[in-house]
């Protein structure tokens, strides 16, 4: 599994990325203390954009530890 979603409290959602032990993005908390994941928290759907789903699955997709498509 490189990343997940998961369902949080109060209207949150949290997106976990799995082999990217930091990350550093303008809008994005990354957090966490998983060996294997981190999680990105969101709160409503407009800190997420298009274009950060691409920069971080970019980022996911290349420290895989497995070939990815």
């Not at 990354?30 to 980022?59: C, M, Q």
Request: proline residues 3%; charged residues 30%.
């Amino acid at each position: 599994m490189l990343c997940a979603l998961q369902r949080g409290a109060s209207n949150s959602c949290y997106f976990y990325v799995h082999h990217l032990p930091t990350m550093v993005h303008e809008r994005l908390k990354y957090s966490g203390k998983g060996k294997h994941a981190k999680r990105i928290k969101l709160t409503s759907l407009d800190e997420f954009r298009d274009e950060d789903i691409e920069w971080v699955l970019d980022r996911v997709a290349a420290a895989a530890p497995f070939e990815t498509a």
